[in-house]
Each structure stands twice: as structure tokens, then as C-alpha cells.
């Protein structure tokens, strides 16, 4: 089940629904989504299930399904498994012969893709990029040659070097830099990467490249 990405209102009538219904919920963090929850006034039962967790988390999920319960997932913010937690999770599940479905609803790379101008005909979704200006470069090469629009997610203190490896390795290709979507101080920076490079240094918050 998707979470808002930041605009509470992004929450759909079925999201709601399953959340409530479901036997338990199963939470990259367990705090932030008891706050949603209670913005609803939800209150099913909250269990953590994250990366660092999985080894343990996963078999009990597995057990209650056994028992003919229902396990809604989610992550902190937008769908779980897109750069977030659940991958193994899912698999798993399959594989013991449960059935897994999804439900509508927010992601931040979708929200940036339509509005940002560029084709949205073929796209790639990269997700985040290797920390260190090397390994991005390497990574940045690999797809470099990809004739779609490529979205990334970035954190706020590496857009600059990440936007500089952009420059070098994809050239001045056209761009949007959408960040803080949903939110009051939403904005799509639109132009080529060096263009956008000049005020990347002052664009704080979350964003999508
Ligand atoms: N699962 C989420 C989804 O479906 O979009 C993505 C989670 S990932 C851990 C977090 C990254 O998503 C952020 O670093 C940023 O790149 C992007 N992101 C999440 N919320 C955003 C927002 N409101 N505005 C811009 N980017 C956002």
C-alpha cells in the first residue's frame, strides 16, 4: 500500500480501506506510519518490517498468512520496494504460494516524470546512485547511451555532485529537478543540467532528477 509523499491528502478511499481491514500492517517504521494512522483514525496493529529486520520479520508475516490473516505493506513514504524496503518480502511471499496485489497511489518518480516536460513515452527508473563520485560515473556510463528519459532519485547535499557527474558523463542534456512534490514548496526546475547546476546549491528538500 503507497503513503503520501509528503501531501496527507494523497491517501486513496481503498488505501484507507485495506489499511484498516487488513489483520496487521507491516511498517518500515513503525512510528511514522502509527502517525498516518492515527491521522485516520486507524488503529490496526503495527509490525516493523525493514532491511535490517527481514531475516526475522519476513517468517512471521509468512506464519500469518498461514493463518489466513491479511498483511498490508508499507514503507515511510510512496510505494514500498521503489528504492525502499520489501523486495524479499514479496518474493518470498510468492513463493510460499500467497497471493500479492497492489494498490494506487503516490510515488514521487511518477509525480516528477508527467510534470517535468520530457517524454514520458519510453522512461527508465534508475532510483538512487552509488555515493561516491566514481562508482556514480561508472554507473552514470553504463546508461548513458539509453534513448529515455532516465529518473533518479537524489538526497538534497549530493545533488551538486551528482548533477556535476551528470554533466560529465550524460552532457547538457535537458532536465527537470522536481523537488518537494506534493508539498507547499513544491517546484520543477526545468532547463539543461548546467543550467539547473547554477541553483542546484540552494534547492533543499527532496527530489527527483
Ligand atoms: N518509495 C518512494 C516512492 O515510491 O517514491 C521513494 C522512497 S526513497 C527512500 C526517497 C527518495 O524519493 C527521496 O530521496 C527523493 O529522491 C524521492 N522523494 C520522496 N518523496 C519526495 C517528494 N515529496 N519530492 C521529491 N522527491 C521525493
Do not use: W
Not at 16 to 35: P, W, Y
Not at 105 to 110: E, L, P
Amino acid at each position: 500500500v503507497p503513503t503520501p509523499i509528503g501531501n496527507l491528502q494523497e491517501m486513496t478511499p481503498r488505501a484507507l480501506d485495506v489499511l484498516k481491514n487488513v489483520s496487521v500492517v507491516a511498517a518500515e517504521d513503525t512510528r511514522n506510519t502509527k502517525k498516518l494512522l492515527m491521522a485516520y483514525g486507524i488503529d490496526t496493529p503495527l509490525i516493523s518490517h525493514h532491511e535490517h529486520n527481514q531475516e526475522t520479520s519476513i517468517p512471521k508475516i509468512i506464519e500469518r498468512l498461514s493463518n489466513h490473516e491479511d498483511v498490508a505493506v508499507v514503507s515511510d513514504a510512496g510505494y514500498p520496494l521503489v528504492s525502499d524496503p520489501g523486495q524479499k518480502l514479496v518474493q518470498t511471499t510468492i513463493e510460499n504460494g500467497f497471493n500479492v496485489v497492489s494498490v494506487s497511489g503516490a510515488n514521487a518518480a511518477m509525480n516528477a516524470l508527467v510534470a517535468s516536460g520530457l517524454s514520458c513515452y519510453h522512461y527508465l527508473f534508475y532510483g538512487f546512485l552509488e555515493n561516491k563520485s566514481a562508482k556514480r560515473k561508472k554507473q552514470l556510463e553504463q546508461i548513458k547511451e539509453i534513448p529515455y528519459t532516465i529518473v533518479f532519485y537524489e538526497a538534497p547535499h549530493r545533488i551538486e555532485d551528482t548533477l556535476k557527474d551528470m554533466l560529465d558523463v550524460l552532457g547538457n542534456r535537458k532536465m527537470c529537478l522536481a523537488r518537494e512534490l506534493t508539498k507547499v514548496h513544491e517546484e520543477f526546475i526545468r532547463g539543461t543540467v548546467s543550467e539547473v547546476l547554477e541553483v542546484a546549491s540552494s534547492c533543499k528538500g527532496e527530489m527527483v532528477i
